[in-house]
């Protein structure tokens, strides 16, 4: 068997994590439209018993940086460089560079690590397009190999994994077949609620937004049987208790979160909810909690506490 570390690095909102998700056939990253939604660093483990194991790390967009938060996570997206056997570095599929294209391929260029191109969104383009976009990476001459593919279809995907899986040398599995991530359950929880609450809010807002889980709990209730109540009550209804609170950096942000009579809270609970329920395979009783700490992205203490200070 092959094992190995694959890093997926881009610009911000290129399709990094779909891709992920895509590769695992399961959701452990979210997505949305908004730039910057990637704050870790994200394994998916990929296991294919008769070939390879292999775990593919989604980094936060690559962007230039407003306060620490964002300068912690674009040095963490630089930090995977130098920590997998393969790079994949996607693009929206335009042919025309922007800077931050350009700042990602110049660290590129002197690294001796594999490096793939993925041309994302292929399904939007025309055969001219692509060809134009192709070959303007392919006269940089920095590409082992170029893809181009959907990351939410999953058009040629399987290609890339063998492609990669050819590059990865003989080695351990890392991590049990069954598992695709590392990351604890509270872990995915708390950035499925954070999902949600970039998909309801308006810009900025989500942006200064954190979660915290305060309280995950498994509880046992047991059910009454029908017929003799003195019979033992060996069935069980499992039920997961949630506490979250959602910590943002402005009053005026506080109202808008909870909304007009604690609708627009209530509604991202529920959304939030059923992909809980969904994911853990339970019932879920979620309490939301919404409170100000003024600024803390640009907080040593605050970052470091949301769990965004060590994202190597």
């Not at 050819?166 to 077949?177: A, I, R, V, W």
Request: net charge negative; hydrophobic share 40%; glycine share 8%.
């Amino acid at each position: 068997m092959k094992s190995g570390f694959v890093g997926i690095i881009g610009r911000p909102n290129v399709g990094k994590s779909t891709l992920l998700n895509n590769i695992l056939g399961e959701k452990i990253a979210i997505t949305t439209e908004k730039a910057q939604t990637t704050r870790n660093v994200i394994r998916g483990i990929y296991t294919n018993p008769e070939k390879a194991q292999i775990i593919f790390i989604d980094t936060p967009g690559i962007h230039k940086a407003k306060n620490k938060l964002g300068s912690i996570m674009t040095q963490s997206a630089i930090n995977t460089f130098k920590e997998v056997d393969v790079v994949l570095f996607l693009v929206d599929g335009s042919p025309d560079k922007g800077k931050g294209d350009l700042f990602i391929t110049d660290m590129l260029r002197d690294l001796n690590t594999p490096k793939y191109l993925l041309i994302n969104k292929i399904d939007e383009m025309d055969p001219e397009e692509f060809k134009k976009t192709f070959d303007s990476y392919d006269e940089m001459g920095i590409f082992d190999r170029i893809f181009g593919i959907s990351a939410l279809k999953g058009t040629h995907v399987d290609e890339l994994i063998d492609a990669v899986t050819e590059e990865l040398d003989e080695g351990p599995m890392y991590f049990p077949s069954d598992m695709i991530t590392d990351h604890p359950e509270r872990f995915i929880v708390s950035e499925i609620i954070r999902e949600k609450l970039l998909m309801y809010l308006q810009e900025e807002v989500p942006h200064g937004v954190a979660v915290e889980i305060e309280r995950f709990h498994e509880v046992f209730k047991p059910k009454n049987k029908k017929g003799n109540e003195n019979e033992p009550q060996d069935e069980y209804a499992d039920l997961v208790e949630i506490s979250a609170v959602i910590y943002c950096e402005r009053k005026t942000h506080k109202g808008i979160i909870i909304g007009k009579q604690g609708r627009k809270l209530k509604g991202i609970g529920k959304s939030a909810r059923l992909e809980i329920e969904a994911l853990l395979g339970t019932k879920v009783f979620l309490e939301l909690f919404v409170k100000v700490k003024e600024n803390w992205r640009e907080s040593d203490i605050a970052i470091a506490n949301f769990g965004y200070g060590d994202m190597d």
